[in-house]
């Protein structure tokens, strides 16, 4: 079992839909919580950055971390055609420059306009 | 300011040569990281440098995968008598010194050997 499993995709929604997109991990170590976006030969593009359990919002985007059930999601409301793109949830147990960050395999989102 | 730069942004070589793939880290970023994500996967940890010296080489798959940063700032990831199993996508990210700094990758070099 890999220490951090995503959804599979891919996964086809209509523009203004609101996404959900999950990631279950095994290791309690983990303290850290990101979801990063990458679009077709680019590198990740961080969007969202948690450290505790709860929720925490910036804009369309919304990051839900519930650590006693080891799982994150991240919310995307009223998706536009741009939101097309791979979504990576990451986790890392240590903070700052010294994290080395344990990746999802990654989900292909497409918002068809 | 410039982003991450990582060159070639594709390589391709024959089995059994030897490579060399360079990281520009976003200047004054002390840490430099290097990952390296295969086809439908997510990136996997290869290796990480604090300064000049490499802090953590736990993800190198093999001795055949070397890297370098000399000099505190540009890195270098050497692959020796590449084999096609090392096709793949590898990146390279950078973050400043201490505190909740993420991560900021560059757009990676696609390697593929034939």
């Known amino acids: 079992q890999k220490e951090v499993e995503q959804d599979p995709g891919p996964l086809s929604v209509p523009e203004g839909a609101i996404v959900s997109l999950n990631c279950t991990y095994s290791?309690?170590?983990?303290?850290?919580f990101m979801w990063y976006r990458q679009y077709s030969r680019k590198g990740p593009e961080l969007l969202m950055y948690?450290?505790?359990?709860g929720n925490k919002e910036d804009g369309r985007f919304t990051a839900q971390v519930d650590k006693s059930s080891k799982y994150i999601s991240l919310f995307i409301r009223d998706s536009q055609p741009s939101d097309s793109a791979t979504y990576l949830c990451?986790?890392?147990?240590?903070?700052?420059?010294?994290?080395?960050?344990?990746f999802g395999k990654g989900i292909t989102l497409s918002v068809r306009p | 300011g410039a982003g991450v730069s990582q060159t070639p942004s594709n390589k391709v070589t024959e089995k059994g040569k030897y490579v060399e793939l360079r990281c520009d880290p976003i200047s004054g970023h002390t840490a430099l990281y290097w990952y390296r994500q295969s086809l439908g996967q997510g990136p996997e940890f290869l290796i990480y440098?604090?300064?000049?010296?490499?802090?953590?080489d736990s993800g190198l798959p093999n001795d055949r995968f070397f890297a370098v940063r000399p000099e505190g700032s540009v890195s270098t990831l050497k692959i020796q008598r590449t084999e096609r199993g090392d096709s793949a996508m590898y990146l390279c990210?950078?973050?400043?010194?201490?505190?909740?700094?993420?991560?900021?990758f560059g757009n990676g070099t696609r390697l593929t050997v034939t």
């Open positions: 440098f604090q300064g000049t010296g490499a802090a953590d």
């Open positions: 990451a986790m890392s147990a240590v903070a700052g420059a010294n994290s080395k960050l344990t």
């Open positions: 990210a950078s973050s400043p010194t201490g505190g909740n700094s993420p991560l900021h």
């Open positions: 290791n309690s170590a983990f303290q850290y």
């Open positions: 948690t450290y505790s359990s």
